[in-house]
């Protein structure tokens, strides 16, 4: 079983900056991928962010490429999602997931453990 807890979420204006952060318990956080998805109102939840085990391999979707980037840190158990120029699009909840394995991967399906997610707010 794997805890996580997802922070960092917030209200900002268009153009800004946030990192969310998603902590997990356990002492197993580095043989899961770890991914990032967000769910509109709406909307179907989406992809956004995915990455290996070792941090090595990443996969991300098309809308944000060059805008946000994923990073973890094994020793701290921790995932982070670094979000920049931030768009009114990009308001969603967002909730970090873990899937047994090494592969960094897309689909909602493959994941075994879900946070309880953490509201962005974009204005514009």
């Not at 770890?34 to 941090?55: H, L, N």
Request: aromatic share 12%.
């Amino acid at each position: 079983q794997v805890q996580l807890v997802e922070s960092g979420g917030g209200l900002v204006q268009a153009g800004d900056s946030l990192r969310l952060s998603c902590a997990a318990d356990g002492r197993t956080f580095s043989r899961y991928a770890m991914g990032w998805f967000r769910q509109a109102p709406g909307k179907e939840r989406e992809f956004v962010y995915a990455i290996s085990t070792t941090g090595r391999t990443i996969r991300y979707a098309d809308s944000v490429k060059g805008r946000f980037t994923i990073s973890r840190d094994n020793a701290k158990n921790t995932v982070y999602l670094q979000m920049n120029s931030l768009k009114p699009e990009d308001t969603a909840i967002y909730y970090c997931a873990a899937s047994f394995g090494s592969s960094p991967l897309s689909t909602i399906a493959q994941y075994d453990y879900w946070g309880q997610g953490t509201q962005v707010t974009v204005s514009s």
